[in-house]
């Protein structure tokens, strides 16, 4: 029986999820409506699970929680931050820079999460991956210490992550 009902519906919260979305976009609560809900929580899970990739290994969702929090609150400042060098730093005393951050990760997940914190958060872009995945090409809009942006995105983000992935 577990194994029809996983065939059936491979990620059983995911179809939950995207059934909720449903009823919220319709805006309607009707039989037919949380049917057909259903029916595209069951068939977008399923027709596109062959790429997604295997599950990693080790999670920590309490330290993906917390990990979240800083995110968030670096995105906050990052965003104060960088509207300040707009406001009141000509562009010809602009520092950007570009910075070559060596990975420790290895796992895909956490490198794609890495890329997209730093590219979430304001006045940093993730611009590239080494062939091999073991740096990250980062550009950053205006710093007087690149070293110290490297130190950050390892310490902050990059220590915290390899602790959610092991």
Do not use: C
């Amino acid at each position: 029986m577990t194994r029809a009902f996983n065939w059936l519906i491979p990620h059983p919260l995911l179809t939950l999820i995207l059934t909720i979305v449903w009823m919220l976009l319709q805006n309607e609560l009707s039989a037919g409506m949380v049917v057909f809900g259903f029916m595209l929580g069951v068939i977008i899970p399923w027709g596109t699970s062959i790429w997604w990739p295997d599950t990693p290994k080790g999670f920590r969702l309490g330290k993906m929680i917390s990990y979240s929090f800083v995110v968030i609150w670096d995105i906050i400042i990052a965003n104060i931050q960088v509207a300040w060098i707009v406001l009141t730093v000509p562009t010809s005393k602009l520092k950007p820079a570009w910075i070559v951050v060596p990975l420790e990760l290895r796992e895909p997940e956490a490198i794609t999460m890495l890329a997209g914190t730093i590219t979430l958060t304001p006045g940093t872009v993730s611009a590239d991956l080494s062939d091999q995945g073991h740096s990250l090409l980062v550009h950053v809009l205006h710093t007087d210490d690149p070293d110290g942006v490297l130190d950050d995105i390892k310490t902050r983000y990059e220590a915290r992550l390899l602790e959610i992935f092991s």
